[in-house]
């Protein structure tokens, strides 16, 4: 089972190439939390062997409406040429085996 996962590349057609954030404790729970990109708003993420919460900032990100989506937190000086950041806090409540815990899964 895994604790978190992202997908991160979605899109209506070839001409229509956006990034979409979603996320959850299995394929199955996977929700978008695009609308939380770029707030600093935690998304929460909730099993039987985690829980916490994931805060997204992805610099430039174009939102559902077409909206190009700031953020401060990339107008530091210490972030400079950092293009993206997927933070993740939480508790793991049971853990057999360190592999349990999956932050980014490939897309098939």
């Not at 604790?3 to 996320?23: E, F, G, W």
């Not at 919460?53 to 190009?68: H, Q």
């Amino acid at each position: 089972m895994s604790i978190v996962t992202i997908l991160t590349l979605d899109y209506q057609d070839k001409m229509d190439l956006r990034l979409r954030i979603s996320a959850g404790t299995s394929l199955e729970s996977m929700v978008s939390v695009d609308s939380a990109v770029n707030t600093g708003m935690p998304h929460k993420l909730t099993s039987d062997v985690f829980e916490g919460w994931i805060v997204a900032y992805i610099k430039d990100f174009v939102d559902e409406d077409g909206n190009m989506r700031e953020s401060e937190y990339f107008s530091r000086k210490d972030r400079r040429g950092i293009t993206w950041s997927i933070q993740v806090q939480g508790v793991c409540i049971f853990m057999n085996d360190i592999r349990d815990l999956t932050c980014f899964r490939p897309i098939p």
